[in-house]
């Protein structure tokens, strides 16, 4: 059973990754129809749906257009991580 738990905390791991390329990639100039473009949007695809829980919670900081919705949303996946990981142990 704490092979299951053990998975769960790295697909954990690999989710925060993805949101922190996601994040990253915002900052980034694309065109349509690149390869960086495709990768966007499919990193849009996975985590968007999970960022758009905290950004229907958090406003952005008006005037400026900063989103602290990855930021939140990162503490709440590193707090299940580390329960998942209580678990394993």
Excluded: H, K
Excluded at 6 to 31: K, Q
């Amino acid at each position: 059973m704490s092979s299951v738990f053990y998975m769960a905390y790295r697909l954990i791991n690999v989710y925060e990754t993805l949101i922190v390329v996601r994040c990253i990639l915002t900052w980034v100039p694309t065109r349509r129809g690149t390869l960086l473009d495709d990768v966007t949007t499919a990193l849009a695809t996975l985590v968007d749906p999970y960022l758009d829980i905290f950004r229907r919670l958090i406003p952005q900081a008006s005037g400026m257009g900063v989103d602290f919705s990855p930021i939140v949303a990162m503490f709440a996946l590193e707090a299940i991580s580390r329960l998942v990981l209580r678990l394993v142990m």
